[in-house]
């Protein structure tokens, strides 16, 4: 019988992208606390140092410099984060623009971080994975990949993307023992966000999620753990959402 309980990942390694900030750096500090060596990666280095101190608190922490838009980081960075059994793909951004004026870079950049970076990434980490009997991929997609919002064109199709990707890769990988899993949150509620929640545009959309509330990062920890685990070694190609009734919501 499996379990998530502290220390079922002893023995794992897990790198976490976009770990200086949000989902990132909680994901970090979980898999942490629960027995993993943890590498955590991002584009400025200076940016992980407190991250880093949270990770040591419960083990082992290591920094390592990550631009997943860039071929060469991808590579520096799967030659020197050595063995990953977990890789939480989160590296992501957003451009908040209407269709009408979302630009070219606006597009590139995100379809570059959110999709392209993420695919090449897991296929830089997956040969060791399959050299040592598989592994666990988690993508950090979004509802949006599943559902509508007004000014995030790029950011919806991106996370639409992700969960294709998800799919595929599960099915070409299950044969080498590689786990390809989505976590698809819904509104979470976060230090960077938490001024707009508090307005009134910011209400009126927490009144449309059927639990009438944000989602807490502690609550994205059973599911995270759940597929970093052996407790899931029966899924892969899933998609998790954690979105308080959101996507079941009336249209």
Known sequence: ?????????AGKRALVTGA??????????L?????AEVVIAARRMDSLADVARRVEAHGVARCLRLDVTDA????????????????VNNAGVVRETPALSHSEDDWDAVLDTNLKGMFFL????????????????INVASILGLRQAAGVVSYAVSKAGVIQLTQALALEWARHGIRVNALAPGYMETELNRHFWQSEAGQALIKRIPQRRLG?????????????SDASRYMTGAVLAVDGGHLVSTL
């Not at 200086?20 to 500090?29: P, Y």
């Not at 980081?73 to 890789?87: F, T, V, Y």
């Not at 060791?128 to 592994?135: K, L, P």
């Not at 807490?216 to 970093?228: C, I, M, R, T, Y």
């Open 72 to 87: 060469a980081s991808r590579q520096e960075l799967a030659a020197a984060a050595g063995p990953i059994d977990i890789l």
């Open 1 to 9: 019988m499996t379990s998530t309980k502290p220390g079922a990942l």
């Open 216 to 228: 807490q990062l502690h609550e994205l920890d059973g599911p995270l753990l759940l597929l970093a």
């Open 31 to 35: 898999l942490a606390a629960h027995g």
């Open 20 to 29: 200086s900030s949000g989902l990132g750096a909680h994901f970090a500090v």
């Open 122 to 137: 897991a296929q830089a980490l997956a040969p060791g994975m399959r050299e040592r009997g598989g592994g666990s991929i």
